[in-house]
């Protein structure tokens, strides 16, 4: 897979690149990143990239300059481009997946008041938002959709369980976890979990999963059908509060 | 304010803090952000800080590096704890000012499955996610929600007005905006951005933003109460489609 970024601040996005996670996925061929400086495609003597909102003050990105910075990425073949803004579709699991199955995703960073439309109109295939919260630019998001996105990629993750076993994908939210020691701080994990009995570990895991949900996401609850997560029995009872 | 950030992998986020918008607010003084590193309190000759999961497989961090590297921060005065998970609170506006106005902000990162329950029960005061989908780490909520807290400090973005007249400040989507050439590649910019006449102006941004919250997010339309926008006159049959 090829992530291009265009990008008014390329240090951060390109120091994101060489870090961690990604770092492992790029090294390991399984993912390529290109970070594209905007200004590199800046017109003028004073290399302008941004300049006055009509009609309304404050300053944005100029079309040309990210239409040029589009293009000199099209050798990676047709992107598909997206566009993190407040006025997008909120960012959600299934999403990702489309993401992670195009070739080349381009993703535009905007700044300040944002992009031009007219080059949002031409050029960007999917608006995109993380939530109803305001940004000073796009690069969070374009770091957490590439974060998203590439541990789906089979090899980036550790294993593939650790992707599967993943909060959501089984529609519900993540039972709690605990590791070693069994005593901390005068806090003991559940006896279940220490006790080695498979069925019980899964039927209390099951139960905690859904009692989270009904208490903290009843709209994820209602969204993934509570039917099947009940349908094994006897802790039907139990979370039916 | 403080904001600490309690984290495995603690480059990318060092990198972050000394970055573009963020570099700025901390080098003027106006918000002090510490990256502490988990593994500064492993323990053992392994320097260990995850461990398996109980009665689930996968790795997850341990309780006791963490409250370790949280005890750490105390000089800073009492922390607010924020857990970013994807089984937490979604990130919306109102929370992130509630989150600017604490004096000492700590985000604990999770990696793996997450980190150890008992900490969670014994620290964390919020549990906040981005959105129902995946990502490898809190890295990247936690730059999120700085990026999205810092910028409310008063002097870090330019501006007073473009906080204020920033997306959802008025319970609405923002409007498409233009910049210059007025003619670019064929695509003219509205006639009435370029008039001049601020009236007409403030008319037509009103319009788009009610139309645009309409078509792409009906649900954030319900919630500002459509009708003080309305309210105005003569564009109220406009928008009523």
Tied chains: 1, 2.
Excluded: N
Aim: proline fraction near 5%.
């Amino acid at each position: 897979m090829k992530i291009s970024v265009i990008t008014a601040f390329p240090e951060l996005m390109r120091s994101y690149a060489a870090s961690s996670v990604l770092g492992r996925a790029v090294s390991s061929g399984k993912l390529e990143v290109r970070i594209i400086d905007v200004r590199d495609f800046s017109h003028g003597a004073y290399r302008q990239i941004d300049d006055y909102c009509y009609g309304a003050g404050g300053m944005m990105l100029m079309a040309e300059p990210l239409a040029e910075a589009l293009e000199s990425a099209s050798g990676w073949g047709k992107p598909y481009v997206v566009y993190p803004s407040p006025q997008g579709t909120h960012l959600h699991q299934e999403l990702v997946e489309d993401l992670s199955r195009k070739e080349h995703l381009t993703i535009v960073c905007g700044h300040y008041e944002g992009i031009d439309e007219r080059f949002t109109q031409k050029y960007v295939d999917a608006e995109i938002s993380l939530g109803d919260f305001v940004l000073t630019g796009g690069e969070m998001p374009a770091m957490a959709i590439i974060d998203a996105v590439s541990r789906l990629i089979p090899g980036v993750v550790g294993s593939a369980s650790s992707v599967t076993e993943d909060s959501f994908y089984g529609g519900m939210l993540d039972t709690p976890h605990y590791t070693r020691p069994a005593e901390w701080r005068g806090e003991k994990v559940p006896e279940v979990l220490t006790g080695g009995d498979a069925k019980a570990i899964e039927r209390w895991r099951r139960r905690r999963s859904v009692e989270r949900t009904l208490e903290r996401r009843p709209d994820v609850a209602a969204r993934a059908g509570i039917i099947p997560w009940l349908s094994g029995g006897a802790y039907v009872v139990e979370v039916h509060y």
